[in-house]
């Protein structure tokens, strides 16, 4: 009879997932985004679920903008979202490099949204007033762009997974420039978050480490992660200066004090 009651429950949330528009579910968390001070707000454990312009989309990262839209990339479907919660409405732009592989996102604080293809090694602007998405190459060849963050002075860090290298690009002046880890060429640099003063932090993927630039030094400071094969694919920096990654391969968040 457990069992037949468990059935039922997971067939009825299975129904409502496929009926159309939002839909309210219950569970016991929630989430918050990246590059943003969260807020505060109390949660009681409801999720509403927006359905897509496309079933093919598998959006990958998201981002809030100052006026509470969603950004995300759609890896699937080559496009960059935007979805208007309180209206419901979501608005897409085609990549124009085909199959680029959209895979980072994060909103400036005037409102562009840069995101990286990690398919074609470039990193894109799109204006959300026009809907013109202009695109520029790495600096270096198959450099398998991944994640973003911003630092303090609004530039546009990135980590480059193929080329075991992060850049910035600077949104004024469109400069670029890469930064190699000691760990070169085996660090796999695949998520990266600046703190308060502008240091960078990487998570890497392949040398198992959480690795410190400060772009004001060129210093490099490396830490080996306290579990093997942590494959860490995100990484913050919380408003109180600790530093957190996701333990993908050992299931674990870890804080970095």
Aim: aromatic fraction near 12%.
């Amino acid at each position: 009879m457990r069992y037949h009651k468990q059935t039922v429950v997971g067939l009825f949330a299975f129904i409502l997932l496929f009926l159309g528009g939002p839909k309210d579910l219950f569970a016991n968390g929630s989430d918050s985004f990246i590059n943003f001070r969260p807020g505060a707000r109390a949660i009681q454990g409801k999720f509403t679920v927006y359905d897509m312009p496309l079933d093919y989309a598998s959006p990958h990262c998201l981002a809030p903008d100052q006026q509470g839209n969603i950004w995300y990339v759609a890896y699937g479907s080559n496009r960059v979202g935007k979805l208007d919660p309180e209206r419901k409405e979501f608005t897409e732009y085609l990549v124009p490099t085909h199959e680029s592989q959209p895979h980072g996102i994060t909103v400036d604080k005037d409102g562009l949204a840069w995101f990286t293809e990690a398919g074609k090694d470039k990193i894109g602007r799109l204006d959300p007033k026009s809907g013109m998405i202009t695109e520029y190459r790495t600096p270096t060849a198959k450099s398998g762009p991944r994640r973003l963050t911003i630092d303090p002075q609004g530039l546009i860090w990135y980590a480059e997974w193929d080329a075991h290298k992060i850049g910035y690009i600077n949104p004024k002046t469109l400069e670029q420039k890469e930064f190699t880890p000691p760990s070169y060429p085996k660090a796999g640099t695949y998520a990266i978050a600046s703190d308060g003063a502008g240091n960078l932090y990487v998570a890497e993927f392949i040398s198992n480490q959480v690795s410190r630039f400060e772009p004001k030094t060129g210093k490099w400071t490396e830490w080996q992660m306290p579990l093997r094969r942590s494959r860490v694919r995100n990484i913050i920096v919380d408003p109180r200066g600790y530093v957190w990654y996701a333990d993908n391969g050992n299931s674990k968040l870890v804080r970095l004090e």
